[in-house]
C-alpha cells in the first residue's frame, strides 16, 4: 500500500507529466474490482472527464488529488498497487481506471488491496470522510515537536495506545502506515509496544524527528524500494527494518533483527536499541 512518500512522488511527478494535458476519453477501467471504492457510474465518469485539462496535482497524507479542469477533482486515496504513465499505446492488461490523453498518452491506476478512485466536484473533495477534519500529516508546517507533544497528551485520557498504535491507527498521524512505521521506531529508538503514556520528553523528541527525517527521506529518494512509481521504476528509498532485515545484525549494534506480530501486522525490530 502507498504510503505519504509514495504519494509525495506520485504527485510531483504527474506535475511534471500530466499537467497540462487534455483528456480524450476517461474509463473506469476493463476488470471489476470489489475493494475499489468508485463514487461515479462508468459512463458518469466517461462524460465528466471528457475534454478535461489535468491541473497541478497535490497530496495530503495518504491522498492524492488530481484537479481536471475546469470544474473536478480526481482524488486516488488510500490505495495501493500502480498509478502508471504510459507515453504511448501500451496499457496493462487490467487497470481499474484509464485516461486516454489527446496526445495519445495514457495514465493507468491498479490497486492491489482497496482504494478510492473518486471524481469530486471542486471543493466537494474537501468534505470527503477522511479528507475532512483530517489532522496535521508529517509534511504540514503544523507538524512540529509542540503539536505532537500535544497530540500524545490530548491521547492519554482515552484508550492504552502503543508508539505503534500512535504511528498506524485511526488516521492519529495522517500518512504513517506500516511500512514505513518500523523505520521510525528504530530511529527512535522505541519498542513498537511501547505505551505512549510512558514517553518522556526525550523520547517524544526523538519519536518527532524520527517521523520528519525519515518521511523526508522517503520523500526525497522518491519512494520506498518495494512500490513504483508514476513511471514504473522502483523508489530509491531501502527501509532499514523490513522483512529481508529479520534475522540479520541490526545496522547499528549488530544485534539480530526480531520479527513479531502486533496491531494487524509484522513488525520488524531490534531488541537492544528499540525499548
Ligand atoms: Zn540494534
Known amino acids: 500500500m502507498f504510503e505519504l512518500p509514495e504519494f509525495a512522488t506520485l504527485s510531483r511527478q504527474m506535475n511534471e507529466t500530466l499537467a497540462g494535458k487534455t483528456i480524450a476519453r476517461g474509463s473506469l477501467g476493463n476488470t471489476p474490482h470489489k475493494f475499489v471504492w468508485y463514487n461515479r457510474t462508468p459512463d458518469d465518469f466517461e462524460r465528466l472527464t471528457q475534454g478535461k485539462v489535468v491541473g497541478r496535482s497535490w497530496f495530503r497524507g495518504r491522498w492524492l488529488f488530481v484537479p481536471l479542469d475546469p470544474g473536478y477533482v ?3 486515496g488510500e490505495c495501493g498497487g500502480k498509478v502508471l504513465y504510459h507515453p504511448g499505446s501500451q496499457l496493462p492488461a487490467k487497470y481499474h481506471l484509464h485516461l486516454a490523453f489527446s496526445d495519445g498518452s495514457a495514465l493507468t491506476a491498479a490497486t492491489q488491496m482497496w482504494g478510492a478512485y473518486e471524481l469530486y ?13 483530517m489532522r496535521p500529516t508529517p509534511t504540514d508546517p503544523e507538524f512540529s515537536f509542540n503539536y505532537l507533544n500535544a497530540l500524545i497528551d490530548s491521547l492519554l485520557s482515552g484508550e492504552k495506545r502503543s508508539v505503534k498504535a500512535l504511528l498506524t491507527q485511526e488516521q492519529l498521524i495522517p500518512g504513517l502506515g506500516n511500512a514505513i512505521a518500523q523505520d521510525i521506531m528504530f530511529r527512535a529508538h522505541l519498542h513498537p509496544r511501547h505505551p505512549i503514556a510512558e514517553l518522556d520528553r526525550d523520547q517524544r523528541e526523538a519519536l518527532h524527528g524520527a517521523i520528519v527525517h525519515t518521511v523526508r527521506e522517503a520523500i526525497d529518494q522518491g519512494g520506498r524500494y518495494d512500490e513504483v512509481d508514476l513511471y514504473g521504476r522502483a523508489g530509491g528509498y531501502v527501509r532499514l527494518m523490513d522483512g529481508k532485515a529479520a534475522g540479520r545484525p541490526c545496522p547499528e549494534c549488530g544485534a539480530t533483527v526480531e520479527k513479531i506480530q502486533y496491531l494487524g501486522g509484522a513488525c520488524y525490530l531490534c531488541p537492544m536499541c528499540q525499548a
Open 121 to 133: 466536484e471542486s471543493g466537494q473533495e474537501r468534505e470527503r470522510q477522511y479528507v475532512k477534519g
Open 74 to 76: 480526481l482524488l486516488f
